[in-house]
T-cell receptor
Framework: SQQGEEDPQALSIQEGENATMNCSYK?????LQWYRQNSGRGLVHLIL?????REKHSGRLRVTLDTSKKSSSLLITASRAADTASYFC???????????FGAGTTVTVRA | DTGVSQDPRHKITKRGQNVTFRCDPISEHNRLYWYRQTLGQGPEFLTYFQNEAQLEKSRLLSDRFSAERPKGSFSTLEIQRTEQGDSAMYLC????????????FGPGTRLTVT
């Protein structure tokens, strides 16, 4: 079953703009991870944020986590055409290592 | 550092045939996971191994599916008597042991059952 839900389902932006997508989940988590998937390819790991962390940065990526609202956001700054992909959040629970994914946000960056 | 590899990358088979996929994890990773992804959806968990022990199986893994990791290194996923509903991308991931480690995914095997 899918634990996470990304919002919006699809996002179209101009190159250079920022892209923000949100993830909500239902049950308590240990970690939340964000992945990128280019069409028909495997998933690329972007960032992991632990349940006791509130914000994390990696290059042009910023992830926030609000466990009280059971939600996370991924911000991609200064987007590029190469950022065009589907983005998924995935959660795991304490002592339960399998990942539960949402349906993803499809991001299109227009040149 | 080689990543997770999967073979084959694409498989077309006729309904009723058996298929087997292979996954080679990152060498020092003792956890190995299988997921299935259908079009427009996120991956869904199928099963996972710690070393050679299969520790959890999803209800999605019917009795036509079997997975092995005989020496705690590579893993195979076999589907017997394939059905059209088995058409999907089969993804393998691996990680270190422990609660806070990232799972790294392979490129996937795309199965089409005709």
């Amino acid at each position: 079953s899918q634990q996470g839900e990304e919002d919006p389902q699809a996002l179209s932006i101009q190159e250079g703009e920022n892209a923000t997508m949100n993830c909500s989940y239902k049950t308590s988590i240990n970690n939340l991870q964000w992945y990128r998937q280019n069409s028909g390819r495997g998933l690329v790991h972007l960032i992991l944020i632990r349940s006791n962390e509130r914000e994390k940065h990696s290059g042009r990526l910023r992830v926030t986590l609000d466990t009280s609202k059971k939600s996370s956001s991924l911000l991609i700054t200064a987007s590029r055409a190469a950022d065009t992909a589907s983005y998924f959040c995935a959660t795991d629970a304490f002592d339960d290592y399998k990942l539960s994914f949402g349906a993803g946000t499809t991001v299109t960056v227009r040149a | 550092d080689t990543g997770v590899s999967q073979d084959p990358r694409h498989k077309i088979t006729k309904r009723g045939q058996n298929v087997t996929f292979r996954c080679d994890p990152i060498s020092e990773h003792n956890r190995l996971y299988w997921y299935r992804q259908t079009l427009g959806q996120g991956p869904e968990f199928l099963t996972y191994f710690q070393n050679e022990a299969q520790l959890e199986k999803s209800r999605l893994l019917s009795d036509r599916f079997s997975a092995e990791r005989p020496k705690g290194s590579f893993s195979t996923l076999e589907i017997q008597r394939t059905e059209q509903g088995d058409s999907a991308m089969y993804l393998c991931a691996s990680s270190l042991t422990g609660g806070d480690y990232e799972q790294y995914f392979g490129p996937g095997t795309r199965l089409t059952v005709t």
